[in-house]
């Protein structure tokens, strides 16, 4: 019975892919042709008509992109409705005039299709190589960071500029003490496979060094996570839980009291992002346009200067807050999703990597990791996973 399952679900699938091999180039042509009948007809009005016919032919390839390129259902969802966005803020516009708008929405297609890209070439023996690359590069990290906490930092001497941060601060090759403490929190899990435990205990002390909460707090998440998931008394789970919350609040509240409580920064630029979001619920007010919109709120907000946030230092609220609803609500149900597929597969590899992935998580609560480089670490990361817990791998 079994087996007559398996088959005829592979002759529905080789069927589906058949239909859509045939069917996908007409519907191409067809979207193209509807496309440019809704500029010629005047329904996407536009002062420059050669430009709109430009853009429409550019965002009739990024929907076929979405449609067939793009495997994931929830990406498609997310580029799809990117796209709605990025189209509505043009449609009526010059283009000049909305190029964060345009910057942020291409730099999510490069994401997505170099996503794609990634994790239909990699392959079950590309993925050892993958992380213990990353871990190289964090313990080259690591090491240099150790340098600056004992004041030897060669090169931001050497150019003269701002030696004072090397006495008080670890910056990393990063140039930014939180951006450095988070990659190092985010690569943690990595070092618990075998052969790279050894490295954990200096990554602590390093993470404790940086004084950067949000990093500390996603170690601290991360650890208590693959607790959880790897050892089999329940008693030690708790009490290695317990232990790991009390070191994680004593060090809060004794060494960062100005963060560890609800008054910290991070609170009052989410009172940023609540007002915004209050404001415009379901398109949002723009891709790339966080720190503009935040200009019209902060003046009334204690604490912060009318000229605008750069970043909502939380990504959830952030994307939220510029893509609406709908995009909040596609970003939670794939991680839903991808933790139900982490439950149904849970081999170690899947266990450390669903770590990272929950310190990524955490991290991102105060932090604007997929705003910078970090973004394509959390990419290798991702795809390490969803390898992992994927049937069709």
């Known amino acids: 019975m079994l087996n007559f399952i398996t088959t005829l679900k592979n002759k529905l699938r080789c069927t589906v892919e058949i239909i859509r091999g045939r069917v996908q180039p007409f519907g191409a042509v067809l979207l193209l042709f509807l496309g440019m009948l809704a500029v010629s007809f005047g329904a996407l009005p536009h002062k420059e008509f050669f430009w709109m016919r430009c853009w429409v032919s550019e965002w009739v390839i990024i929907a076929l992109v979405a449609f067939i390129f793009i495997k994931d259902w929830w990406f498609k969802a997310f580029l799809l409705w990117c796209l709605y966005l990025s189209a509505g803020f043009i449609v009526g516009r010059d283009p000049s005039m909305n190029i964060g708008s345009f910057i942020t929405f291409h730099y999510i297609l490069l994401f997505l299709v170099f996503y794609q890209i990634v994790y239909d070439r990699v392959k079950k023996v590309h993925i050892n190589f993958i992380l213990n690359s990353i871990c190289v590069v964090v313990l080259l990290q690591l090491i240099y960071m150790y340098f600056?906490?004992?004041?030897?930092?060669?090169f931001l001497k050497s150019n003269g500029s701002h030696p004072e941060y090397v006495k008080y601060w670890v910056q990393g090759f990063w140039g930014h003490t939180t951006l450095s403490s988070a990659f190092l929190a985010i690569t943690l899990p990595l070092f618990f496979r075998r052969k790279w435990w050894l490295f954990i205990l200096p990554i602590l002390i390093m993470l404790f060094l940086t004084q950067s909460l949000g990093s500390i707090a996603a170690a601290m998440v991360s650890i208590i996570f693959y607790f959880f998931f790897v050892i089999k008394n329940r008693m030690v789970k708790v009490w290695l839980s317990i232990v790991v919350v009390t070191i994680a609040c004593l060090y809060g509240s004794i060494?960062?009291?100005?963060?560890?409580?609800l008054n910290?920064?991070?609170?009052?630029?989410?009172?940023?992002?609540?007002?915004?979001?209050?404001?415009?619920p379901v398109i949002g007010y723009g891709l790339g346009e966080y720190k503009i919109a935040s200009m019209a709120v902060n003046k009334n907000i204690k604490g912060l200067s009318s000229s605008g946030l750069q970043h909502a230092h939380n990504e959830l609220a952030e994307i939220t807050t510029?893509?609406?609803?709908?995009?909040?609500?596609?970003?939670?149900?794939?991680l839903i999703t991808l933790f139900i597929q982490f439950i149904r597969r849970r081999t170690y590899l899947a266990?450390?990597?669903?770590?990272?992935?929950?310190?990524?998580?955490?991290n991102s609560c105060s932090t604007f990791l997929f705003h910078t480089p970090l973004a394509w670490f959390v990419l290798f990361i991702l795809v390490v996973l969803k390898k992992e817990v994927s049937y069709d791998n």
């Open 322 to 334: 510029e893509a609406g609803v709908p995009a909040g609500l596609i970003i939670i149900g794939f």
């Open 148 to 154: 600056q906490a004992f004041g030897i930092d060669p």
């Open 351 to 362: 266990v450390v990597m669903m770590s990272a992935i929950v310190a990524i998580l955490v």
């Open 255 to 261: 060494f960062e009291p100005h963060n560890f409580n």
């Open 264 to 280: 910290n920064n991070r609170i009052t630029y989410l009172k940023t992002s609540i007002s915004l979001f209050l404001k415009h």
